[in-house]
């Protein structure tokens, strides 16, 4: 089903709910359909595809093509007593996807549970939580270029970072994603390191998949707030990696304060504990805000501009260099 709109708001597809239009918003459900569109030129430039835009800050109107996936399919391509291997469309609501993985009973998605965004966007975003992240159980990303080129990225091309992929580069830009490949276990691997996970789960009794979806759940409702009914876009910046002597530094003068190792040299700190020490907790700026929370996570308090939470980021991002200096980089992407 091709369904095409113009002047188009587009305030119930980016969570933080700013009011901005498209001049043409495209949606699809197949394949063969996206590469119908390209045929007939139906997409003009600028082109963005979006997923749930739960990662977007719209700044202004945007003149040209919005287009979004609808494709919904979920295939087991194949399986074995140890692994199921699934095909998946880039349209369907990322935690929809994993309550069925944990329904099947199948491991690994749980730590994602109720990450907002789509299954395309997973793939790009390298999305990640709790000591997971989904490039550990993807396999494959098949894409279709806006010349029609179609072209399937095996996992080790995709270059897989921190909330990193090759398709956030600017030459993939024209590259759309209509289908992940995941690869699950049916046997019994459950990631229990991250902190404040074990705490959660003794709540729900046994240790089982189905109660660490409960558990991850659980600490996102109290931490994050709901987009629904607060604008925001999850984590607003990425956790910045310092070199150890830097990083020392810091130590000294805050030794109770938090940081994953990632090697010999180089530590990541949480940019959400620098933003609270810096006093942003609660604080707003317009109708921008930080949430009461969780520092890492800008809010719309109302009738926000995207230059608004523009103005907030900086003025947050002056103070934690001046604190700490540390340049801290936004996660989300800016629609100018
Ligand atoms: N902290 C504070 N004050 C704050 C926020 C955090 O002191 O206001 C401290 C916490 O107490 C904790 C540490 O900072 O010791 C880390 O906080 P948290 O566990 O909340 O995780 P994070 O590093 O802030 C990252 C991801 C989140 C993900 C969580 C859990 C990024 C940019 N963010 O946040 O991802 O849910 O870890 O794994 O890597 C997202 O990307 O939208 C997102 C929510």
Redesign the pocket.
């Known amino acids: 089903m091709i369904d095409i709109k113009y002047n188009y708001s587009l305030r119930s597809h980016n969570t933080f709910g700013i009011d901005v239009r498209a001049k043409k918003f495209i949606e699809y459900g197949t394949t063969k359909e996206l590469v119908q569109l390209i045929k007939e030129g139906e997409i003009e430039s600028p082109f963005l595809h979006i997923g749930s835009g739960s990662n977007l800050l719209f700044i202004r109107d945007f003149e040209g093509t919005i287009l979004h996936s609808k494709i919904d399919s979920i295939e087991i391509t194949h399986q074995d007593s140890e692994s199921v291997y699934l095909r998946v469309g880039s349209g369907i609501d990322w935690d929809k996807f994993v309550a069925y993985t944990v329904d099947q009973n199948w491991y690994g998605l749980e730590n994602l549970s109720l990450?907002p965004g789509e299954v395309g966007a997973s793939a790009v975003q390298n999305?990640?939580?709790?000591?997971v992240e989904v490039k550990d159980f993807i396999q494959k990303v098949e894409t279709v270029d806006l010349s029609g080129d179609q072209r399937i990225f095996a996992k080790d091309e995709c270059n897989y970072a921190y909330?990193y992929s090759i398709f956030k580069e600017p030459e993939n830009k024209n590259k759309v994603v209509t289908h992940v490949h995941y690869k699950l276990s049916k046997i019994e691997e459950l990631n229990l390191g991250?902190?404040?996970i074990q705490a959660a789960l003794a709540r729900y009794g046994e240790i089982s998949l189905k109660n660490v979806r409960k558990a991850i759940i659980q600490i996102?409702e109290e931490?994050?707030p709901d987009p629904r009914i607060i604008g925001n876009a999850?984590?607003f910046?990425?956790?910045p990696i310092v070199d150890r002597a830097h990083f020392e530094q810091i130590k000294e003068r805050y030794p109770n304060m938090?940081f994953y190792e990632l090697s010999t040299d180089q530590v990541k700190i949480?940019?959400?504990?620098m933003?609270?020490v810096c006093g942003w907790?609660g604080k707003s700026l317009g109708n921008a805000g930080v949430h009461k929370n969780?520092?890492?996570v800008l809010v719309n308090r109302g009738e926000a501009t995207g230059q608004e939470i523009i103005n907030l980021a900086h003025a947050i991002q002056k103070s934690v260099f001046d604190e700490f200096k540390i340049n801290i980089h936004p996660?989300v992407n800016f629609i100018k």
């Open positions: 990450i999305i990640g939580a709790y000591g909330r991250y902190g404040s996102r931490k994050l999850g984590s910046f990425m956790n938090p949480p940019a959400g504990w933003i609270d907790k969780q520092a890492l996660e």
